[in-house]
């Protein structure tokens, strides 16, 4: 039986900024001075928060905690691509798109010590709370777009999951009710080519996981989420396309050089070499060899940059530890149900009896 082609189609992939620190100039977003600091700095900065974030947990004065390493320019470079009148709706690994838009590093220290405090957000922010549930976050961003189309207002919705959240039923439907109803929406995933243990290879027989954008009728688009200006570039028009009513399927080309969280030992799982070679793909690294080389940094001014991300560090860590100690963790059973059912109060006197005796 002869057939004919339904459909055709072909996913773009963007890179402005190369391994070795060489730049598109046809690509270049042309940020100024200030902005291209901002990037680095915040960068930097989520960097080390993870590093300190990581020895707190393993010395027992933090929860389980899910670093960024690795990722920080797919996450940087995309929030700074959104306005003041913008949403953004995070999973559970943001902390550098949170810092992009000026939530204070103790903050996210909260969070990971289990205080509710971490999650506040003002309605001024226009920022969701972490979600944990793998991919449920879509949802969210999707009806927040979807608002944003049905009040015209001209504001978009951007939306982080990873490669794992791909495999959910919810992303697609998300981005499905997207493209019925012209949410604002940027769906980013960043494909850090592992979902906890499972390789990318064994989630997907798809060439692309933005190609899944197309069941869904939305632009589906790649870029090197190891480069902070083409994650910005891209994002930016994303999100410009969003605010007319055309969502877009963002895939972010990363890699977790870290743990899953701390409760993971990505040793089982990866190899060596596979973490050496990415290793040299590192975001930071090749962001700093571009801003050296156009005289935007120095030896003296990384220095500077550093040693205020350490006080910054050792300030908010300090203020985390002593609002922690004000806490009363039995107020955790108080926030389920108007009333405690038997086996809550079951486990509140089992909490006291262990909790007195410390």
Not at 39 to 52: A, F, G, N
């Amino acid at each position: 039986m002869p057939r004919d082609h339904a459909i055709e189609f072909t996913i773009d992939y963007v890179q402005v900024l190369a391994s070795d620190g060489s730049i598109d100039t046809d690509l270049d977003p042309d940020l100024d001075e200030d902005r291209l600091l901002a990037m680095y700095r915040t960068m930097k900065l989520s960097r080390r928060l993870d590093e300190r974030a990581i020895a707190l947990q393993r010395r027992g004065q933090l929860g389980t905690y899910a670093p960024a390493i690795g990722q920080e320019a797919a996450q940087v470079g995309s929030a700074m691509a959104l306005t003041d009148a913008d949403w953004m709706v995070t999973s559970f690994r943001e902390q550098p798109a949170y810092l992009s838009r000026n939530t204070p590093p103790h903050m996210l220290l909260w969070y990971a010590m289990g205080m509710e405090e971490g999650a506040a957000v003002s309605p001024d922010d226009r920022m969701m709370a972490p979600s944990v549930p793998v991919g449920s976050q879509a949802l969210h961003a999707a009806g927040l777009g979807w608002a944003q189309e049905i009040a015209k207002e001209d504001a978009a919705t951007l939306c982080y999951f990873g490669d794992g959240a791909t495999s959910e039923g919810d992303v697609y439907e998300a981005c499905n009710l997207g493209g019925v109803f012209r949410s604002h929406t940027v769906f980013l995933c960043q494909n850090n080519q592992y979902a906890i243990s499972v390789p990318r290879t064994h989630q997907t027989r798809a060439e692309t996981l933005a190609q899944k954008a197309i069941a869904a009728g939305i632009e589906g688009i790649q870029v090197d989420g190891n480069d902070v200006l083409g994650t910005y570039a891209v994002v930016n028009d994303a999100l410009e396309s969003a605010r007319n009513g055309d969502p877009v399927f963002v895939e972010a080309i990363t890699y977790r050089r870290s743990v899953h969280t701390t409760a993971d030992d990505p040793t089982v799982y990866r190899k060596e070499t596979e973490e050496e070679e990415w290793a040299t793909r590192d975001p930071i690294v090749r962001f700093e060899t571009y801003l050296r080389e156009r005289d935007i940094l120095d030896d003296e001014r990384i220095e500077t940059i550093e040693e205020t991300i350490e006080a910054d560090l050792a300030e908010a860590i300090e203020r985390a530890q002593e609002e922690e100690k004000s806490v009363d963790s039995e107020d955790m059973f108080e926030y389920t149900f108007s009333s405690l059912t038997p086996e809550l109060e079951r486990q509140r006197e089992a909490f006291r009896g262990e909790y007195d005796g410390h």
